[in-house]
């Protein structure tokens, strides 16, 4: 790892649960450090070089750091004024406010959800993907599949649901269709892949809406650690 890279992970380190996904994305390999100046942070992610990840103290340290940069289409933004700047200067649009949540043990889980069959997603089954989630499209859901990070449940034989880890590496995706709610089927494939990130040496995080109270007791019944007091605001192009 570039010695940047080493400097920058110590600095997310002070506060993180707040910057757990920028953290998980050097250390997976999924992104590299393109700024790291004063308390500015600034990742590119991998897969998509418009994509990226940023924290910063404030909005013209913010706007500066992209110097140099192709223009982004999407940024995970954090900080005072950082989101509002992201979308002022480069006309994205704040999507989404969330917090980070990690479990930040290293001990196995175990769920028990009778009928349930938890098992790596089929490409024939991409139609119900997109029929049950809209913030990404088959193409998105096709790369997941060739990485083997979605995967469904199927509950007495029939498709249930499904749940999958991001781009970035988050834990997210999670679909329970309306007729297989409140029989466990959410919990027992959160488990399942907060033993999947576990088994391959990752901390397992995903990122909850400020205003979910239902998924933030969840998450809290599973060991998972956030502080709502420290929020992330995804930033889109309009396209998206």
């Given at each position: 790892?570039?010695?940047?890279?080493?400097?920058?992970?110590?600095?997310?380190?002070?506060?993180?649960?707040?910057?757990?996904?920028?953290?998980?994305?050097?250390?997976?390999?999924?992104?590299?450090?393109?700024?790291?100046?004063?308390?500015?942070?600034?990742i590119?992610?991998?897969?998509?070089p418009?994509?990226?990840?940023?924290?910063?103290?404030?909005?013209?340290?913010?706007?500066?750091?992209?110097?140099?940069?192709?223009?982004?289409?999407?940024?995970?933004?954090?900080?005072?004024?950082?989101?509002?700047?992201?979308?002022e200067?480069?006309?994205?649009?704040?999507?989404?406010?969330?917090?980070?949540?990690?479990y930040?043990?290293?001990?196995?889980?175990?769920?028990?959800?009778?009928?349930?069959?938890?098992?790596?997603?089929?490409?024939?089954?991409?139609?119900?993907?997109?029929?049950?989630?809209?913030?990404?499209?088959?193409?998105?859901?096709?790369?997941?599949?060739?990485?083997?990070?979605?995967?469904?449940?199927?509950?007495?034989?029939?498709?249930?649901?499904?749940?999958?880890?991001?781009?970035?590496?988050?834990?997210?995706?999670?679909?329970?269709?309306?007729?297989?709610?409140?029989?466990?089927?959410?919990?027992?494939?959160?488990?399942?892949?907060?033993?999947?990130?576990?088994?391959?040496?990752?901390?397992?995080?995903?990122?909850?809406?400020?205003?979910?109270?239902?998924?933030?007791?969840?998450?809290?019944?599973?060991?998972m650690?956030?502080?709502?007091?420290?929020?992330?605001?995804?930033?889109?192009?309009?396209?998206?």
């Open positions: 790892m570039k010695e940047a890279e080493q400097a920058a992970i110590r600095y997310l380190e002070r506060e993180p649960l707040w910057h757990m996904d920028m953290l998980e994305a050097l250390r997976r390999g999924r992104g590299e450090v393109v700024l790291f100046e004063g308390q500015t942070v600034l590119k992610r991998n897969d998509e418009e994509s990226y990840l940023l924290t910063s103290d404030g909005p013209d340290a913010a706007e500066a750091a992209f110097r140099g940069q192709t223009t982004p289409l999407s940024v995970i933004a954090r900080g005072p004024g950082v989101p509002e700047r992201m979308e200067r480069f006309g994205l649009v704040r999507v989404l406010t969330c917090t980070n949540v990690a930040l043990q290293k001990d196995r889980l175990a769920w028990n959800c009778p009928g349930l069959v938890i098992r790596p997603f089929r490409l024939e089954e991409l139609p119900a993907f997109s029929a049950h989630y809209t913030r990404e499209d088959e193409d998105q859901a096709r790369e997941h599949i060739r990485k083997g990070e979605l995967f469904a449940a199927e509950y007495e034989g029939r498709l249930a649901g499904f749940m999958g880890l991001h781009a970035d590496g988050s834990m997210g995706l999670l679909q329970v269709f309306p007729e297989y709610r409140k029989l466990g089927i959410g919990r027992a494939i959160e488990i399942f892949f907060i033993n999947f990130c576990l088994d391959r040496g990752w901390v397992p995080y995903g990122q909850v809406r400020c205003d979910n109270e239902a998924s933030f007791s969840l998450q809290e019944h599973l060991g650690s956030f502080d709502r007091t420290k929020t992330l605001c995804w930033c889109f192009t309009k396209e998206e």
